[in-house]
């Protein structure tokens, strides 16, 4: 039998309506776009990171996998949607015959991705902690109205310019923002996303690398 690839994954259609409606629940609650957009960048984001630190492929394939199923447990709750989502991912993938030493490394990714119980406890955790708390922008806001932002509507749509820079000499990884202060105050930016970023700080020091934060120019962390 072939690897269980990510396109695979993508053409499931139980996957397909799971990420649907986790993110259905989303939107009822009044959270930002976690549909396949979001599961999508996470995927490449923590695919191409290890790949650039010299990962094999498929440890490779396997955080691109483990960052499109990430937030899948939303649609039980979002409390505790990490571990609800690595359980859900060990019966599906269980279920196309991934073997047990691959889905062990993707369930325990998911299992230690959101940030009240998140750790990098191996390198596709770390990859995908990384990936998902780095992906903020504009597009994510779903409330169109600007009266009514809470913070987390007014820190994303604040973001203009959001990129991931990966520098091989220094072994640096920088979340590179440009910020629309007129919308959003960088202090606004800490307050919600302090804890995220002490936890790439961490993810990034499990892959032997330097995380930094440039907001507008300015080196933050």
Excluded: W
């Excluded at 990098?120 to 409330?143: E, M, T, W, Y």
């Excluded at 959001?162 to 520098?167: A, K, V, Y």
């Excluded at 629309?180 to 930016?189: F, N, P």
């Excluded at 961490?202 to 507008?216: G, R, S, Y």
């Amino acid at each position: 039998m072939n690897p269980i690839t990510l396109e695979d994954i993508q053409q499931n259609e139980t996957i397909k309506t799971y990420i649907v409606r986790a993110d259905e629940t989303l939107i009822a609650l009044g959270y930002t776009e976690h549909a396949f957009a979001h599961v999508t960048k996470t995927a490449y984001e923590a695919y191409s990171l290890l790949l650039k630190l010299g990962y094999d492929e498929r440890t490779a394939e396997l955080a691109r996998i483990a960052g499109y199923l990430h937030d899948i447990g939303n649609m039980v709750n979002r409390v505790d949607h990490a571990q609800s989502g690595a359980l859900i991912a060990f019966q599906l993938l269980t279920g196309l015959g991934m073997p047990p030493q691959e889905i062990a490394t993707i369930v325990t990714a998911i299992g230690h991705h959101d940030e009240a119980t998140a750790a990098p406890v191996n390198p596709v955790a770390a990859a995908l902690i990384l990936a998902d708390k780095c992906d903020v922008r504009r597009s994510r806001v779903r409330n169109r109205d600007v009266s009514s932002f809470d913070i987390h509507d007014r820190v994303n749509y604040s973001v203009v310019r959001s990129e991931m820079l990966f520098d091989h000499e220094k072994r640096t990884l920088t979340l590179l923002l440009e910020i629309d202060t007129e919308i959003c105050a960088v202090m606004d930016y800490f307050e919600i996303f302090l804890s995220r970023m002490v936890l790439c700080r961490q993810a990034a020091e499990h892959l032997d690398i330097t995380f930094k934060l440039n907001i507008n120019g300015q080196s933050l962390l």
